[in-house]
């Protein structure tokens, strides 16, 4: 089993920063991908960032150059630099992992004032 425990969510005023974090526990494989999604009310769950265990990343249009995905694979940790927060950007980020099966966290919710 795994278990995602994201963290660092909060309320911030437009052009602030966030930085969130997701650690990851139990059985983790030494290759996956883990990654950042995201849902608004009354929107699907979208893709924002994902970084596989190599470094390679990859990031929604909305938000390159404004958001940074990072690991460490000796702690199983994800995290996401948000920077020039927008009000669009307000949502429930959820942590994703992807060996074999797909893991989700509980979310953690962030929200851009204007």
């Known amino acids: 089993q795994v278990q995602l425990v994201e963290s660092g969510g909060g309320l911030v005023q437009a052009g602030g920063s966030l930085r969130l974090s997701c650690a990851a526990s139990?059985?983790?494989?030494?290759?996956?991908?883990m990654g950042w999604y995201r849902q608004a009310p009354r929107k699907q769950r979208e893709m924002v960032a994902f970084?596989?265990?190599?470094?390679?990343?990859n990031y929604a249009d909305s938000v390159k150059g404004r958001f940074t995905i990072s690991r460490d694979n000796a702690k199983n940790t994800i995290y996401l630099q948000m920077n020039t927060l927008k009000p669009e950007d307000t949502a429930v980020y959820y942590c994703?992992?992807?060996?074999?099966?797909?893991?989700w966290g509980q979310g953690t919710q962030v929200t851009v004032s204007s």
């Open positions: 994703n992992l992807v060996q074999i099966k797909t893991y």
């Open positions: 139990g059985s983790i494989f030494s290759t996956n991908v």
């Open positions: 970084i596989t265990s190599g470094g390679s990343t």
